[in-house]
């Protein structure tokens, strides 16, 4: 860690306006009172004027540094203009209407039919989830076992299925991938296994921890219908304030978590699809609780490796000492013990959530609506006819 402070204090040396190398420098520790000249040299340049895309990384890496120093204020007012920087052309219009031609297109296939098709092979493990939500860290934890090979944010389901859907002459959307033909399923299947094992070949485990696949799970069981799912959630409030923090950018189709009340309108479709593959495949899908996985890392550390019919090993429990390459936004946390702070991490910021808070709407609990009044926000769940007048919109 020390080594590489130093490093993106070099590159700040050589060029005092590189943005992204505040940044990381910012990220690799927590930021102290002793930093308040860093501080001051990043809003130093920041007067100096500067292309948006270097301005948005400066104000990130504030919002950083006065969220370690308590100052929320500052931290969000820097958060929110470093946001308004990257805004792109995220239909949530479009989205929603993915959401729904998916459910339909999947609304009568079982894992019962599906036993028939695909690979049968149960050596794939699909970590799912809003980003932010704890998919690194379970990644991390199921990786430090022996018998395990972690891929990483893999883009093979999203490569394939477009190839798939190429080959077959279909437009490809999530939901037109019932439409392949059974040879393409095996075909594609083999091709994943064939990829995946390339690096490990002896792993009896492969996790692809890619998050947005949450909305292939179907197309997932369709080509691995002995795969199993392991679906990391977290607090919608903590999802979305995280997702706000991270310097997300167009290039990665993350535009949605720039903007607080699209942000929210995202994790209501999110929410939406994860119901309907659980009540359409619940014994493929283990919902995971941040929360609870914080709290008492064992037990759910426990449960996860029972899911995935592995016999148990202490390394799982020890993760943070894996020497494994993490490329996520996550890669300081799980290189540290577990820690709780994460938890209710809305809370100090509150009063700033409001777009937030109403576009999750009846998402959120009556006791998620208290505590944000008693946090600061004033705000009464919708009632029973405003919830679904908004669910048609």
């Known amino acids: ?23 990381e420098l910012v990220r690799s520790k927590k930021i102290t009172t002793g930093d308040y000249g860093l501080i001051k040299r990043m809003e130093a340049q920041l007067a100096k004027g500067m292309p948006a895309a270097s301005r948005s990384q ?16 500052k931290a969000f007012n820097n958060l929110h203009q470093g946001n308004l920087l990257l805004q792109g052309q995220f239909s949530l219009s479009k989205f929603k209407r993915d959401v729904s031609k998916t459910k339909k297109a999947y609304k009568s296939v079982s894992i019962a ?31 430090s076992h022996s018998l395990v090979h972690s891929l990483g944010e893999s883009h093979e389901i999203e490569l394939g299925g477009h190839d798939a859907c190429k ?16 040879d393409l399923v095996i075909k594609y299947a083999q091709r994943y296994l064939d990829r995946a094992n390339a690096d490990a070949p002896a792993a009896r485990r492969i996790i692809d921890k890619m998050p947005a696949n949450f909305f292939k799970i179907g197309h997932i069981l369709t080509l691995f219908p002995n795969a199993k799912i392991i679906h ?39 929410a939406d ?3 309907f593959w659980k009540q359409r495949f619940p014994a ?41 390459i993490v490329q996520t936004a996550s890669l300081w946390q799980v290189r540290q013990p ?29 006791t998620d609506y208290q505590a944000l009044r008693e946090a600061g926000l004033n705000k009464k769940r919708p009632s029973g006819w405003i919830r679904r007048l908004l669910s048609k919109h």
């Open 167 to 182: 080959e077959a002459g279909l437009e490809y959307k999530p939901y037109t991938l019932p439409k392949i033909s059974p």
């Open 284 to 324: 493929q899908i283990l919902d995971v609780q941040y929360e609870d996985l914080v709290n008492d890392l064992e037990k759910n550390v426990h449960r996860i490796i029972a899911f995935v019919g592995l016999e148990w090993e202490d390394a799982c429990l020890n993760f943070h000492q894996s020497k494994r």
């Open 273 to 275: 699809i994860m119901e």
């Open 338 to 366: 577990l820690y709780t702070s994460s938890v209710c991490r809305w809370k100090p910021y509150a009063k700033h959530l409001g777009p937030l808070v109403d576009s999750l709407g009846d998402i959120l609990t009556e």
């Open 232 to 270: 990391s959630k977290r607090h919608p409030l903590d999802t979305g304030l995280s997702c706000y923090f991270q310097r997300f950018t167009a290039s990665i189709h993350l535009e949605w978590s720039n903007d607080m009340a699209m942000l929210g309108e995202y994790y209501r479709g999110y």
């Open 1 to 23: 860690m020390n080594t590489a402070i130093r490093f993106f204090e070099k590159c700040i040396e050589i060029n005092p306006i590189n943005g992204a190398a505040y940044g």
């Open 113 to 143: 039919q599906l036993r028939d098709s695909g690979n049968p092979s149960d050596a794939p493990i699909f970590v799912v989830g809003m980003p932010r939500s704890g998919t690194t860290l379970i990644d991390q934890v199921l990786s």
């Open 58 to 73: 400066f104000q990130f890496a504030l919002a950083k540094a006065y969220d370690d120093l308590k100052e929320y204020d």
